[in-house]
């Protein structure tokens, strides 16, 4: 129901812009978030937007890099990566939520995308 792409290969500090397309049911009222995961690591928060896109927050990591948006008329999050950094190479997972509050933590989130491949390259 969620389908991550815009994943790829890139150098330090370019951009990539990832999109997350729901189908089968909208989440327009569902909160949305990013997620990624580096091999031997947990699973970790990126960054989160509230259901009308009046709210959003990130992790220390990425402020100031990344940009959460959303489309509820195309039923589409985004998340626009700028100044890539060798530590953002991981697979990133879109997430849907309908808790109102700010979620970052994995298992507050009931959909999951299939994941996108980021690899940044030094």
């Known amino acids: 129901q969620l389908q991550a792409s815009g994943g790829g290969l890139v150098q330090a500090g370019a951009s990539l812009r990832l999109s997350c397309a729901a189908s089968?049911?909208?989440?327009?009222?569902?909160?949305r978030g990013w997620f990624r995961q580096a091999p031997g690591k947990e699973r970790e928060f990126v960054a989160g937007?509230?259901?009308?896109?009046?709210?959003?927050y990130y992790a220390d990591s990425v402020k100031g890099r990344f940009t959460i948006s959303r489309d509820n008329a195309k039923n589409t999050v985004y998340l626009q990566m700028n100044s890539l950094k060798p530590e953002d190479t991981a697979v990133y997972y879109c997430?849907?939520?309908?808790?109102?509050?700010?979620?970052?933590?994995?298992?507050?989130?009931?959909?999951w995308g299939q994941g996108t491949q980021v690899t940044v390259s030094s």
């Open positions: 997430a849907a939520t309908p808790e109102v509050r700010s979620s970052t933590k994995p298992n507050e989130y009931d959909y």
């Open positions: 089968g049911r909208t989440f327009s009222s569902y909160t």
């Open positions: 937007i509230s259901w009308s896109g009046g709210s959003t």
